[in-house]
């Protein structure tokens, strides 16, 4: 059983109607929905207004994989909170990081980079094509997908170059963008997946849903031994 | 229920009593007999003596996962038989080579470089260190493990950088040499181990059967779909 | 001053009348020309008719950087000049490979899988895109540039994940490509790059044949040391 | 020209006598020696007790090339002067790592990860093997080369996975480590190598300093565009 927790800023959907009428009860409460209907998953949510933002210790201690949303309020979350679920993350915890998520405080952290992008909001179609079919955060996709209404962005976006790349999207207006990249950081396992405007109802798509599920199981953390560190004496007589 | 053939050229056990003494039943034997006491793998062993060398079409149609050891007779595997292993690479298939399977024709042919290494008999010890703790080939393994004796392998080792280096040697005599890599070719994983010389009992080393159980289950097909390729219908009307 | 070769099957230009029109005198020559005009190359050229297809041995020593075009006769290069150049590679020629020669001999032998893609030659615009802003190969390039008339190559493309990604091309009829990856194999540097459609003016692009320079820079030989392999003594007593 | 900054904390030196009968100028000093016997290279140095620690905007944006010697005083270092150090990096400007510079706040900062390892002091032998000889910071090496006393660094090295591995180091007392790391980060480009511990004489070796001068000329900005980023009008029009 695998032991994820979602995790969305749960802002514009206070604040924004049109936010509100595509997911009434969280962006969180529709891409937990993905999931809850796979097998071997244990699905929790936590939002930035609950306190420690939801992600105490005990929580991340027993989350396998944790998925962050954020938009709006990436400065309003802790500092404190993005240590920890680092701390976490180079421990084993896996991460999957959507859309907006670019701009995170942790993402960022775990990036070295800025992770900008040119981006633009005229709800144009997004073609995502797997670029790595031995992959398994590929496995039951057909070889793309559409997504239409869709934010686009473009690159060049300002990562690593991913350890994998999986996904490339093709956009209406005329861009590219390395749309699913993997990570790994410390003993953490890390899926960058670009889909997820807010105004628009990408966490229903099926095929959406498929790699957010597919992800997980690949971020799962991989049970290696944790390595020690600091001072180390000989193993073997130095001559 | 990953399906696993265990491929042995099974020529030194014939000639050489040394190999016969540590390996009576063959040293696919010794591997299967690692991967029998797994869950979830289903386990069948061939060799170069049978026809088609145990590898009819129908028989890698039914592997998931098929394990490579070779030496002394890479030249007689018929070069039919390595093209369509080749093939099933290609769709999909995982492959794990073992040590002198460094210098097979299938490995070979996947990694498009000469393969070639330094190499010393001598009985030595080998320390296998674990660079890469967020990987499942290094699940339930200490940080590093020690084989003796073994024989050196040392670099500058002739393959593609590793899409994942997972394992490095150190070596007695005061080599180095990167011993389990991962590669993506086609739809195939690749994993190449080197631990494995003929005269000493390496294969019944718990961790090295341990390395090679993860090896499988991580190589087993991704379940991406096949790319379709050739000409191709715009899906886009053409300005 | 880096020496670079320039080599074309030179067919189609033969039996073609509306590739002669574009490339009168050759693609190579026209590939030859935009390198003339740059600082530190001495370039000559070779084709498929000339006796060992003009890649004898002496060429192939004094030559930093062979450039390889080829579409229609793949199969017509003789098998012991392909190796003779996978040799030279090995030890330490840069290798650029353009379009259609993703099919050629030489290219599938060093990319180990079967280098098949998506094609279609309507006509249409190509923009690629830099995605590595750091690399050299994108020296003196603007974020993206566009080609039209051009072929297109569609995903999946069959090659090893490439050590860099340094091109993305988007097709108008809505496909993905990644048009610019670079590979070591041996101690040899190899560039592929996508356009180039032999009935198109590709390779008069001023862009283009600044990202073909660029390439040969970056991939002129190391200077490193020719690995030694075989048995080796140890270098250090052993216990 | 390339214009190359060394940096040193320049601390050991000033209360450490056994580092200053090493290095009586400083660490930087005969780091930069080693660069201005090298052509095309013009070399300047900054220490930490230097106004701005001797990096001020104006002798970053003169930089193509910043090296980094740091170890008891990385705390010291003003995080203003860190944001500075690496928004020139994702501009471009490339940076070489020296040693314990492992655990400065730039380095972890690019990294995203701990960066910790394991370590030892014991005056032991170190043999850093090439594991990538088409790589030019190989350029005029032998296939491995032996410094002797040096500090052991070991496995397993917190850092993100190389794009690229130069070096593979041996150490007596039975460790291995990833000696020799490429990154690139935003338009940077990033060296990290080990050695050089600072009561030991490391930085006369002559073939650390040739690894140090590859390392600049590697280093050096790539001359791409400025990637142009945030909102982005359509390139194509929107059906």
Excluded at 4 to 33: K, M, S
């Amino acid at each position: 059983m695998i032991k994820v927790t979602v995790w969305n800023e749960f802002r514009h959907e206070h604040i924004h109607e049109e936010v509100r009428e595509v997911y009434p009860d969280g962006l969180h409460r529709a891409i937990a929905d993905g999931l809850e209907a796979e097998d071997g998953l244990s699905v929790r949510t936590a939002t930035l207004p609950e306190p420690e933002h939801g992600l105490t210790q005990e929580v991340l201690d027993g989350t396998d994989v944790l998925i962050w949303w954020g938009h709006m309020a990436h400065h309003e979350v802790d500092d404190e909170i993005v240590e920890r679920v680092h701390r976490r993350v180079m421990d084993g915890m896996g991460l999957i990081v959507l859309h907006s998520g670019h701009f995170s405080k942790i993402f960022k952290k775990l990036m070295g980079t800025s992770c900008d992008l040119k981006w633009r909001e005229a709800g144009e179609k997004e073609r995502v094509w797997v670029v790595d079919p031995a992959h398994p955060i590929a496995a039951d996709l057909p070889e793309y997908f559409e997504i239409k209404p869709e934010e686009m962005y473009g690159e060049h976006f300002d990562i690593p170059a991913p350890d994998e790349l999986v996904f490339v999207s093709w956009f209406e207006g005329g861009e590219v963008f390395r749309s699913g990249c993997t990570y790994k950081r410390g003993q953490g396992r890390i899926f960058y997946f670009r889909p997820g405007h807010e105004t628009y109802p990408t966490y229903y798509h099926p095929l959406v849903r498929r790699v957010i599920a597919n992800g997980v199981r690949w971020a799962a953390p991989s049970g290696a031994a944790k390595p020690v560190r600091g001072n180390h004496k000989p193993l073997e007589s130095l001559g």
